[in-house]
């Protein structure tokens, strides 16, 4: 077996991965990143069929100032790179009994919209809401989502006493459905921005109520998307890495770490030995553990305990008509929000009642569809995979799926598909080796699991770093942007 020697080995290149090589690279690193596919992106990825161009990961973006940032950085104009559009609606909603509700990057705009659906006392909640969602964004976000929860600096400021002070007000000690039944009447209000929980793979009966902070990333901030799509986002990432000098190992699993007196020494990869002197693990934390460290590493248990986020079931469907209801975002509840999370959560019957997502990128990127087509992206969420029996269940899932989102229309969809693939959980786990195919790493269903997420920098092993969904601060594009970064971060002041 030959050998070879680099600086810094970044094992994955999912967005996480794509953030910390340019950065390293930028501080003037050696970098190669290692992929077990022949692409780069992880879940930030695309194909076509027919005429039909489908995003298969992640549909929201926002945050677009942590991609310009990149190439900021690396004294680059990002509009040179990378270009989105930002759009004028947040998600259209629809209930079984036919009630309908369209959110927008406007809180006065929403306040009209919920009054004209569910009364003006509603509709004037919201001024009150937007403004508490900001507030536990702005003190929270500086410090727990863009530094390390595992460095002592990250405390030791005048700052973090202010967040301090204000925890009883940010809702950690109550679920985020109680925080939002505290302020509407309206149940169907309350399923609405219960779903925020969803946005890192939890349970809003269990996941803390300072999740309400994510509705002032779209309703106050805005809901962008990328030109060419989501895939553009990895895809302008992985050029900017290969022009500064990056190198890319595409096809080439990693089979082991080497680590010798609690130091990281090299990695095994395409029958070769690669020695490095630091490494950026951008692979899930549990597979890493599992699957890349030497027997006699230590195991963070309580971390390697958590409960993995949920998964989900993907529909790509391409259809012969367009829905000039539906927009960008769509999103059809289920009757029992409760029983369906509590289904997801115990491995229940979560396809008798699905809340379905419905993503088409056409009505922005219309090249994504032919002439009077749709391009669908329909997801529903699920548990992660333990084995059960996806064979018997994909049916189930669409036979439900499609019932209704054909009677939210009031046209029968399936004799409209024209093109169809399907994403499973054990398929994303396949992709990107996430355990049990699980979109966030862990869930955040209790209430100090941000501190319970893996750290960006090893404690036992000298020159070991990790990003991703499965390490701080978590899953979705943007955390994991700033993921890599906090890595990067910790590699170069170590130095």
Request: a negative charge.
């Amino acid at each position: 077996m030959s050998t070879s020697s680099i600086t810094v080995a970044v094992v994955g290149a999912g967005i996480a991965g794509l953030s910390a090589a340019i950065r390293l690279r930028i501080a003037g690193k050696e970098v190669i990143v290692f992929e077990q596919n022949s692409y780069t992106g992880g879940k930030v990825t695309a194909f076509e069929k027919e005429g039909f161009r489908f995003d298969m990961g992640p549909s929201l973006f926002t945050l677009p100032h942590l991609v310009d940032e990149l190439f900021e950085l690396a004294g680059k104009n990002p509009r040179e790179y990378f270009n989105y559009h930002t759009h004028d609606e947040v998600c259209r909603y629809f209930w079984e009994d036919g009630t309908k509700l369209t959110l927008f990057p406007s809180i006065e705009k929403n306040v009209a919209a919920v009054s004209s659906v569910f009364g003006p006392s509603e509709g004037g909640k919201l001024f009150d809401y937007f403004e508490m969602a900001r507030r536990k964004y702005d003190l929270t976000a500086p410090f727990f989502l863009e530094k390390s929860l595992h460095s002592a600096r990250t405390f030791l400021t005048p700052k973090v006493l202010k967040v301090l002070a204000e925890i009883p007000k940010l809702g950690l000690f109550s679920t985020l459905n109680e925080e939002n039944e505290k302020v509407f009447n309206a149940p169907k209000l309350v399923q609405l921005f219960n779903r925020y929980a969803t946005y890192n793979g939890s349970s809003p009966y269990q996941t803390p109520g300072i999740m309400q902070m994510i509705t002032h990333l779209e309703h106050s901030l805005g809901t962008h998307f990328p030109v060419g799509g989501m895939h553009e986002i990895s895809q302008s990432l992985t050029r900017l890495a290969v022009e500064l000098g990056v190198r890319f190992e595409l096809d080439t699993r990693v089979e082991e770490f080497i680590i010798e007196n609690h130091e990281i020494t090299g990695l095994v990869a395409g029958e070769k030995i690669w020695t490095i002197d630091q490494l950026v693990c951008n692979s899930d934390v549990k597979y890493a553990y599992k699957h890349l460290m030497p027997k006699q590493v230590k195991r963070p248990k309580k971390t390697l305990a958590q409960e993995p986020s949920s998964s989900a079931l993907i529909f790509y469907w391409g259809l012969s008509e367009q829905f000039p209801e539906m927009d960008l975002h769509n999103i059809i509840f289920s009757e029992d929000y409760r029983e369906e999370f509590e289904n997801i959560r115990t491995n229940g019957p979560f396809w008798e009642d699905p809340t379905v997502y419905i993503h088409i990128s056409n009505r922005l990127e219309p090249g994504d569809a032919p002439e009077n087509k749709d391009c669908w992206f329909v997801m529903v969420n699920t548990p992660y995979d333990q084995g059960q029996d996806w064979e018997a269940i994909v049916p189930l899932v669409r036979e439900k799926v499609l019932e209704r989102i054909s009677k939210a229309l009031g046209t029968a969809v399936e004799p409209l598909i024209e093109v169809e693939e399907v994403l499973r959980p054990q398929d994303i786990e396949k992709r990107t080796s996430s355990v049990g195919g699980a979109l966030y790493g862990t869930s955040s269903n209790e209430r100090m699991a941000a501190f319970l997420r893996h750290s960006n920098k090893s404690n036992s092993i000298k020159g070991l770093y990790f990003c991703g969904g499965s390490a701080h601060p978590g899953g979705g594009v943007p955390l994991c942007l700033l993921s890599g970064k906090i890595a990067a971060q910790w590699l170069v002041n170590d130095d």
